[in-house]
């Protein structure tokens, strides 16, 4: 609980407060920009230096800034982006590298690579096995879990009110399928495979 403490311990900023008797977020489907996204992606990764802990505690302060049905557009774009890496082969480079990935820890995983900026997000979603290229020990050691729930959970601090998510993202996977027997993952990640052959 010693994230969300922190979470709620920001000072509010009274100009962002919409009482829920004045107003209603439930339509709000549309999608934040995308540049005004990643901007606000990158400030908190930059700020983090690269904690991922303290990158939701930064992502928290900057949704502070905004107007609810701002956070609501962000929290839409964030589960867009994360509806667009639900690909099969995402989740197999991360099963090889992890020695094994369920549903919410890949849920976790991509929630993750948006929270490292724009250009790791594309290349890594156009290209999983690039992960090869990046410190795997350390990766494997992270606690994915958390950025995901910071715009709710901000959103309630502001307004009191449950964030709606009418935006519906992707939650089949898509891409090629492999089967965790056999050798589906070797062929279709050999230098992975080779990095950590005791994890296929």
């Not at 549309?30 to 990643?38: G, S, V, Y």
């Not at 667009?84 to 991509?110: K, M, P, V």
């Not at 307004?159 to 993952?185: K, N």
Request: hydrophobic share 35%; charged share 30%; glycine share 8%.
């Amino acid at each position: 609980m010693g994230l969300f403490d922190k979470l709620f311990g920001g000072k509010k900023e009274d100009s962002n407060v919409e009482p829920p008797e004045n107003k209603s977020f439930t339509s709000m489907d549309k999608l934040m920009n995308e540049d005004q996204f990643w901007k606000i992606v990158q400030i908190t990764k930059d700020n983090s230096k690269g904690d991922f802990e303290k990158q939701q505690v930064e992502l928290a302060k900057e949704l502070r800034k905004l107007k609810p049905s701002d956070i609501i557009l962000f929290g839409n774009r964030f589960r867009y982006f994360r509806g667009q890496a639900n690909t099969w082969e995402l989740w197999g480079a991360i099963y090889i590298i992890h020695g094994g990935c369920g549903d919410d820890s890949f849920n976790d995983f991509r929630e993750w690579v948006i929270g490292q900026g724009k250009d790791f997000y594309y290349k890594t979603i156009k290209d999983p096995e690039s992960l090869v290229e990046f410190d795997t020990d350390t990766m494997d050691e992270l606690e994915w879990e958390g950025l995901g729930y910071v715009p709710s959970t901000i959103f309630q601090e502001l307004t009191g009110q449950v964030m709606p998510y009418p935006f519906e993202e992707i939650h089949d996977t898509t891409g090629t399928e492999w089967a965790e027997e056999g050798d589906d993952l070797k062929k279709l990640f050999p230098k992975l495979c080779a990095k950590f052959p005791d994890h296929v």
